[in-house]
């Protein structure tokens, strides 16, 4: 599948920020800043914190809003004795529709391994959600030239047990971690390098179908005065944006540079 039929996903996440007050202020700022034509070439999601999603999907849904729901991590059982957690289940119940999953800050600050990663992305699939899996290097293995391998290591370790129309059906989220909330950001050049590589390890593993059909975003300190260029990248088929995606018009020139 070529470039032209993915349509590009642009996801903001709001991470442990926005009460569910702020975060009905903010998606009605954001809504009055986008237009019509947008779900035409783009998809948007925004991923609020869970004490939001109620408050976001009533907005959505109430307006009409060309946005879907996402949620920022899930846990992978049903259902059970996980004091805090909250299931893929109750996530469906909300309309949510995208769940990240296995951002380097939950690798990083939680311990989420590439096994729970596995397990949460066989989860959401299993709850009618999509995943949009995240993968993406430390430094130190970003200047001993090891990313590829890192972040394929990550992709294949992630997607165990899926079956092809789920691999091309999900998102994958390329994310050098250090260019997360920093300002420095991937080059268009790098970023496209390495999604390029993924896209070229789901080819080479499961076929042109998956491969072709796969949507990788690159995430890292994406903001309105990079993102066109990033998004025009044969490789990249939209953006996961943190701080930016804070400010509605900066978030929405971000949607209409993917329009390009
Ligand atoms: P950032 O965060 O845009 O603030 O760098 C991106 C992310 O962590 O998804």
């Known amino acids: ?49 869970f004490t939001a999603l109620r408050s976001v999907q009533t907005v959505l849904d109430a307006d009409d809003l060309p946005m879907a729901l996402g949620a920022q991590n899930v846990h992978w059982a049903e259902k059970g004795a996980y004091t805090g957690e909250v299931s893929p289940g109750m996530l469906a119940k909300l309309n949510v529709s995208y769940v990240i999953v296995g951002h380097s800050e939950r690798r990083q600050l939680f311990g989420e391994t590439d096994e729970i990663v596995a397990k949460k992305v066989a ?34 370790a992630g997607t165990a047990g899926l079956d092809p129309e789920q691999i091309g059906s999900m998102v994958v989220a390329y994310e050098p971690i ?42 890292g300190s994406v903001k309105a005065a990079n993102a066109a260029d990033l998004m025009a990248q044969p490789d990249i088929d939209g953006v996961l944006v943190g701080g930016a995606s804070l400010d509605p018009g900066e978030f929405a020139q971000i949607v209409h540079s993917a329009r390009s």
């Open 178 to 219: 250090w260019a997360i909330g920093t300002g420095r950001h991937a080059t268009a050049d790098d970023a496209q390098a390495v999604c390029g590589a993924l896209r070229a390890a789901v080819l080479a593993d499961h076929g042109e179908g998956p491969g072709g059909a796969v949507r990788i975003q690159y995430g």
């Open 1 to 49: 599948m070529a470039r032209a039929n993915r349509k590009p996903l642009v996801s903001g996440n709001w991470k442990m920020h926005l009460t569910h007050l702020e975060a009905i202020n903010i998606i009605q700022k954001l809504s009055y800043s986008l237009d019509a034509s947008d779900p035409s070439y783009v998809d948007i999601s925004v991923h609020p914190a």
């Open 123 to 156: 989860a959401v699939f299993a709850a009618g959600m999509t995943p949009i899996m995240c993968v993406g290097e430390t430094l130190e293995v970003n200047e001993a030239a090891t990313t590829e391998e890192r972040v394929l290591g990550q992709l294949r």
